[in-house]
């Protein structure tokens, strides 16, 4: 028997510096992993964090 799906599920936050900015000094993208409650948040997330890409704090969104 299969489990009935949780609330929470886990999510990917993107560095939204890094997917833009072409000029960076080094290659890649920053990615966090997280959990939210689907029921209470519906949207997409937007967090602040570190990128070490970038070497300061940035939006990260949540990608699918």
Do not use: D, W
Not at 2 to 28: D, F, M, W, Y
């Amino acid at each position: 028997m299969a489990k009935a799906k949780g609330a929470r599920i886990i999510i990917t936050l993107e560095c939204t510096e890094c997917r833009t900015n072409v000029n960076k000094r080094s290659p890649g993208v920053n990615r966090y992993t997280t959990t939210k409650n689907r029921r209470n948040t519906i949207a997409r997330l937007e967090l602040k964090k570190f990128c070490p890409h970038c070497n300061r704090h940035t939006v990260h969104k949540e990608i699918k």
